[in-house]
C-alpha cells in the first residue's frame, strides 16, 4: 500500500468514527485559548452554567454540530460526560412526555416560553 491510499484511508477512518471532527475541535480550542490567554477566564462551572451547557449540548448534539460540541466542552470545562436528561428535567421542574423527548429539551423550553403562562379557566 503506497503512502497516498494509507492517509486516505486513514483520514476516511477518522472522519467515519467521528475522532477527525474531536481532533480538529481540540486544536481550534487550543489555538482559541493561546489567542486568547490574556482575555478573562469564563465563568466557573456552578450549577446553573453546568445545566445551561447541558442544554446547549443537547442541542448541537441533536443538529450533528459536533466539532461546535466539542469545543464547547473544551473551552468551557464541562465534563466530558453527560448530564443525565433526566436529571436535567427535574433541575428545571420540566415534564419530559414521550413525544418531548424526541427534541432537545431547548426546543421544548422555546415551546413553553411561547405559549406564555397558564391562564386560569
Not at 483520514?11 to 489567542?35: C, D, M, P, S, Y
Not at 459536533?66 to 420540566?94: C, I, M, W, Y
Not at 421544548?108 to 397558564?118: D, S, T, V, W
Amino acid at each position: 500500500m503506497d503512502t497516498a491510499t494509507f492517509v486516505d484511508g486513514m483520514q476516511e477512518r477518522l472522519e467515519e468514527t467521528g475522532a477527525k471532527g474531536r481532533i480538529v475541535a481540540n486544536i481550534r480550542a487550543e489555538l482559541l485559548q493561546a489567542v486568547t490567554e490574556e482575555q478573562p477566564k469564563p465563568p466557573s462551572l456552578n450549577g446553573d452554567n453546568v445545566i445551561i451547557n447541558e442544554l446547549i449540548r443537547e442541542y448541537l448534539a441533536y443538529n450533528n454540530y459536533k466539532q461546535t460540541e466539542d469545543v464547547l466542552v473544551a473551552e468551557s470545562g464541562q465534563p466530558q460526560e453527560r448530564l443525565h436528561r433526566e436529571f436535567v428535567t427535574a433541575e428545571l421542574n420540566l415534564d419530559d412526555t414521550t413525544p418531548s423527548r424526541q427534541l432537545p429539551l431547548l426546543y421544548g423550553i422555546i415551546n413553553l416560553l411561547k405559549a406564555g403562562p397558564p391562564t386560569d379557566p
